[in-house]
């Protein structure tokens, strides 16, 4: 049985005995140990931040604005401003164009049982890789990058190509000569930093950066230093730059300008403060020809531009539409959470529920593994680890013996330790030669054999190429 302590902001702290399943998607576990007096005490600062990465549909859960704004590289203030642009809850644009931001008055659920728990109880959630996990986007990286290394121009058979689209699409002439009149057009002024001149010459041009901005600009941006540089990206040699694109580019510019990122780009807008510019280059609403929408031309916009400038700081060099925030879309994407792992421990012919995990990456993250332990559990064993089941499906009727994180840990490093005890035997059958690896990667790195395809040869023993035949036996 466990003990439920939900925390409200008013400091009222009710206790019940529930045997229902916790909601671990809105689980926050403490950082320390603590009893019930100390966790009353963590409902004295009411405010969770929870952020859905639209681009790569990842939640962050941050129990203050401070930790959330170094999570995605922004500032306090920028991030608290977008914040309390209005009530909690109301549909607005993403920040940054790209994060869906809530703050919660009230504490969510801290599931306790009778022992104490420690740091090691603490979920977490990673930033993807968009390369190992958006492989087409990652093929057409690799095609940008090629192209810009032989020397071509942008050419709309080449943007056909590469740009794809939710909607119908077709980039014609007519709209690569809109690209080349909108940049041979554009503006040039020094970069808006805070508190200087050129804040009110941007508000002029492109509106307010507030989202209730009556005026909102859409287009593309340059910032741009003064040095040419070898990209670390195409190895080529240009003009340093970065490339965007925003829908409410009054706000998009200012949260670069504001101060307080760490990222790649905040770290090149420090180096090139006093020296920099900015080149903005608007899209106009009425003269977009036939087969683009406003979204898809400042896209194709964005991937004109870097085709033709050769970007140094943009690390992702496909260009993607931004989204469309309609309260649909909106709601799709709060509900868009990452799937609920669910763990079972086999006892005789028994499945015992002894873990629940909010997303597949937080899994293998909170046990010390690594975010892929899930994904390759699933690949290589169909979920099993030893006696222990790990899926996306919830079992019905499972009797629940939930442990803690701490507990659960123990448990899996015991079953690893039994694994470890196998290892797989490799059989060239033209020479008689045998290989005995001490895992699948060894195998993959040797062979050239992925897990799946390992397994699949053992389970039949059939050869691999004709050749190789695999065993798994005992160390």
């Not at 940054?96 to 090691?120: A, G, H, M, P, Q």
């Not at 050129?198 to 041009?205: F, G, S, W």
């Not at 929408?293 to 004109?304: A, D, G, M, S, V």
């Not at 490093?413 to 694994?419: D, I, M, V």
């Amino acid at each position: 049985m466990y003990l439920q302590a939900s925390l409200f902001n008013l400091g009222l702290l009710k206790l019940v005995f529930n045997n229902s399943k916790p909601s671990l998607n809105t689980a926050i576990f403490s950082k320390r140990y603590f009893s019930l007096g100390e966790a009353y005490k963590k409902a004295q600062n009411p405010k969770r931040i929870t952020i859905i990465d639209l681009k790569t549909d990842i939640t962050y859960t941050y129990d203050s604005i401070s930790k959330a704004a170094e999570g995605i590289g922004t500032s306090v203030k920028s991030l608290t401003q977008y914040i309390n642009s209005s009530e909690p809850g109301e549909e607005k644009l993403p920040y940054l164009d790209r994060y869906f931001v809530t703050r919660d008055k009230v504490i969510t659920t801290i599931w306790l049982n009778s022992e104490e728990i420690d740091n090691s109880n603490r979920l977490k959630i990673p930033k993807a890789s968009w390369k190992k996990e958006l492989g087409e986007e990652y093929r057409k990286h690799n095609l940008i990058v090629k192209f810009l290394r032989d020397g071509k121009e942008p050419n709309k058979e080449f943007l056909n190509e590469l740009l794809s689209y939710p909607e119908p699409s077709l980039v014609t002439d007519a709209h690569l000569k809109l690209c080349e009149k909108i940049y041979s057009s554009r503006v040039v002024m020094p970069i808006p930093f805070p508190n200087t001149e050129h804040v009110a010459i941007l508000r002029n041009l492109v509106g307010g950066e507030s989202y209730e901005s009556k005026v909102k600009t859409a287009g593309c941006y340059i910032l741009s230093g003064t040095n040419k540089v070898v990209s670390p990206i195409t190895k080529l040699e240009s003009m340093e730059c970065y490339i965007g694109q925003s829908m409410h580019l009054g706000n998009r510019v200012k949260s670069h300008t504001k101060g307080g990122n760490t990222n790649t780009t905040g770290k090149f807008l420090d180096s090139i403060r006093d020296k920099g510019k900015l080149e903005l280059c608007i899209v106009p609403d009425d003269l977009i020809p036939k087969g683009l929408t406003k979204n898809q031309f400042i896209t194709l916009l964005e991937q004109y531009l870097i085709l033709k400038l050769k970007p140094t700081v943009n690390k992702k060099l496909l260009a993607k539409p931004g989204i469309v925030w309609t309260p649909e879309v909106i709601k799709n994407h709060r509900d868009k959470l990452s799937t609920t792992v669910y763990v079972y421990k086999r006892e005789n012919d028994d499945m015992i529920l002894v873990q629940v995990f909010p997303t597949t990456r937080s899994v293998g993250l909170s046990l010390g593994k690594g975010k892929s332990f899930f994904s390759n559990l699933i690949t290589r064993t169909d979920g099993w680890h030893k006696d222990l089941f790990f899926t996306n499906a919830e079992l019905e009727g499972a009797e629940k013996k939930l442990m803690t994180i701490r507990e659960f840990t123990k448990v899996v490093e015991k079953a690893s330790a039994e694994r470890a005890g196998t290892s797989i035997r490799v059989t060239d059958v033209t020479t008689g030669e045998i290989t005995d690896y001490t895992s699948m990667k060894a195998v993959t790195r040797a062979l050239g054999i992925d897990n799946k395809g390992i397994k699949e040869k053992v389970e039949s023993s059939k050869l691999y190429k004709n050749r190789f035949k695999f065993e798994m036996v005992e160390s």
